[in-house]
């Protein structure tokens, strides 16, 4: 049976930021980002439909963020990224794809953990200041006086046919009355930003994660265009592109001279 080679990105949904009750003046932790795989399969062109799932980002509240959903194709899971912590005492962010920042007022808890080979650990928090979530390149960055910790840092591919960064952890909130919302991502697999803290009796929301996105890519030459997804053509490539639930049929074979098509006579 004929075989292609499908180069595959998959990542899942960020974490929400984490947010503020308004009794606490600690900096909430930064959304952990998505998990995110990039690598390739071979699949058989006789194999039929397959299954893409594509993990949805969550809205950020005045507690700890919630995790993001897995992205998914061929059995290759990116796990969603973890929830930022919120803003009271001694919070941990949440495990995830990456892990969500956490938060505390000057005290000694650990980033939420990631899952090895798809992101990284949050932030540890400082002077009340949140910790960054978790990036697909990075760990989340330790927050300081004054200043929240970075969200780690994505990860860039040009599988779609041009650079594109991916799951990039949020950034962690400011201690101390700062007064502001968590900052909402905007690329795929983002992870949200923690909100502010303050020491009135308002509260603020942590900042909203992005979706995942799945991206399959594989030789236009010597075959059909296969089904499912946003289709371009680039460089000689095929690109599908789902940014919501679908379904992949491989292509068919037009050619046995393709260098991707590994093609079995009986």
Do not use: C, E
């Amino acid at each position: 049976m004929a075989t292609i080679n499908i180069s595959y990105l998959i990542a899942a949904g960020g974490g929400a930021g984490g947010g503020t009750p308004g009794s606490a003046n600690a900096g909430a932790g930064g959304g952990g980002a998505g998990g995110l795989l990039i690598s390739s399969d071979s699949i058989d062109l006789g194999s039929g439909s397959l299954a893409v799932v594509v993990g949805s980002g969550k809205t950020g509240t005045t507690g700890t963020g919630t995790n993001g959903d897995n992205s998914s194709f061929n059995g290759h899971v990116a796990i969603g990224g973890g929830g930022g912590a919120n803003g009271s005492l001694f919070v941990r962010g949440l495990d995830g794809g990456s892990g969500g920042g956490s938060s505390n007022h000057n005290g000694n808890t650990g980033g939420g953990n990631g899952v090895v080979g798809q992101g990284n650990n949050g932030g540890w928090p400082a002077s009340s200041n949140g910790g960054g979530g978790g990036g697909a390149g990075g760990v989340g960055g330790v927050g300081a006086l004054g200043v929240g910790g970075n969200g780690g840092v994505g990860i860039s591919s040009s599988i779609s046919g041009s650079s594109v960064t991916y799951s990039v952890g949020g950034i962690g909130g400011q201690g101390y009355a700062q007064n502001y919302n968590g900052t909402n991502a905007t690329l795929y697999g983002g992870g949200g930003g923690g909100a502010a803290g303050s020491q009135s009796a308002t509260t603020h929301t942590g900042g909203n994660s992005y979706q995942g996105i799945v991206i399959l890519s594989y030789s236009s030459f010597g075959i059909t265009d296969g089904t499912g997804g946003t289709i371009t053509h680039v460089s000689g490539n095929t690109i599908h592109s789902f940014i919501s639930n679908g379904t992949f049929v491989p292509p068919t074979s037009t050619s046995t001279n393709n260098g991707n098509l590994l093609a079995f006579f009986f």
